[in-house]
């Protein structure tokens, strides 16, 4: 039987509001909750020079031992779409986990707009890693 593994990420992102801080200084949190605008364009990640899309890699461990899940990431965006920080919401496997932190932080970005222009921002990633059996026709 013929067993190929499929990797699809699924990435979107869930994003209703962006953090403009304007100067990019840190704000307490009272501050923040009152800084929060619509955005115009959510961050997304831009595509490679060939014009495909970048994914993340299958950790070799992970597939050996037929790990797969959804990873939840919560990021930070600078204006100029620099990743500032990422935070594991939801864990998969520790190694998918690492991956999928590693797929986000070396992306591409372009940066959250709102009516005013490039805004920082806070938005969750999920980064789906599935394994996939074609050998069956199913």
Partial sequence: MCTRLLLFCLLFVMVGSALATGNGSQT????RAEAFLALVQQ???????DGSMPQPSYPESAL????????????QLDSSGLV???????????????????????SKWSPGLSESGPVNCEF????RFVLKDHGSGV
Wanted: glycine fraction near 4%.
């Fill in 124 to 127: 969750i990633v999920p980064v």
């Fill in 84 to 106: 500032q920080q990422i935070e594991l919401v939801q864990s998969a496997h520790e190694d998918l986990d690492q991956a999928a932190m590693d797929y986000v932080r070396n």
């Fill in 28 to 31: 307490s949190s009272s501050e």
């Fill in 64 to 75: 050996r031992e037929g790990h797969s899940g959804l990873v939840l990431l919560k990021v």
């Fill in 43 to 49: 961050p997304v990640i831009q595509a490679l020079a």
